[in-house]
């Protein structure tokens, strides 16, 4: 079956516009999640969705990011008013609802600000 | 919360050898181990993982070892081939209920096998 697609795959973007990405999860899978990786460094847990449940959003840099997921299906990262630390590769991930289950990953948004 | 250091940065080894990678974690609840392995411009994918009730795990060339005492796991490669390099990431997290929840990851290890 399909896996975790996200659009788009690059995004080029000035300095203090807003951005959004969008992550499309396996179907069936209930649970998602956000994570960034910067050039060179590991990836970093931005935000978690579970089911109906209220998300985690400890993993947000600053309140400038935010984060839906309407219909329990898509998500979509917002980032508002960009800054140049933003720049990095975006990671979306899904996982069915059981303990020690593998997350899937999406091939990424590269985000560039300029 | 979580942190999970990673080393080395770095490995090149020879066609054939073995290589290791190892990290350790500081939240002693954490206790599910994946390794992912990302190619250059393709997204992470899981090669192996490990859960805290066992001690070691094979997958063919592929095994993770677990001390649970000192908090730290590894993931050995044997028998390298070209197609194995790649960047591994070890992660950790606190699985529960229903979901192995987030994941904490090492910075990394870019290994290179040369033919």
């Known amino acids: 079956g399909a896996g975790v697609s996200q659009s788009p795959s690059n995004k080029v973007t000035e300095k203090g516009k807003d951005v959004e990405l969008r992550c499309d999860p396996i179907s069936g899978h209930t649970a998602l999640y956000w994570y960034r990786q910067s050039l060179g460094q590991g990836l970093e847990f931005l935000i978690y969705f579970q089911g109906n449940s209220a998300p985690d959003k400890s993993g947000l840099p600053s309140d400038r990011f935010s984060a839906e997921r309407t219909g329990g299906s898509v998500s979509t990262l917002t980032i508002q008013r960009t800054q140049q630390e933003d720049s990095a590769v975006y990671l979306c991930a899904s996982s069915v609802t059981r303990t020690y289950n593998e997350q899937f990953f999406g091939p990424g948004t590269r985000l560039t600000v300029l | 919360g979580e942190n999970v250091e990673q080393h080395p940065s770095t490995l090149s080894v020879q066609e054939g050898d073995s290589a290791v990678i190892k990290c350790t974690y500081s939240?002693?609840?954490?206790?599910?181990f994946p390794w992912y392995k990302q190619e250059l411009g393709k997204r992470p994918q899981l090669i192996i993982d490990?859960?805290?009730?066992?001690g070691e795990k094979k997958d063919q060339r592929i095994a993770v070892t677990l001390n649970k005492t000192a908090k730290h796991f590894s993931l050995h490669i044997t028998e390298t081939q070209p197609e194995d390099s790649a960047v591994y990431f070890c992660?950790?997290?606190?699985?529960?209920?229903?979901?192995?929840?987030?994941?904490?990851f090492g910075k990394g290890t870019l290994l290179t096998v040369n033919p």
């Open positions: 939240d002693s609840a954490s206790n599910y």
């Open positions: 992660a950790a997290s606190i699985a529960s209920g229903g979901s192995n929840y987030k994941l904490t």
């Open positions: 490990i859960r805290s009730n066992v």
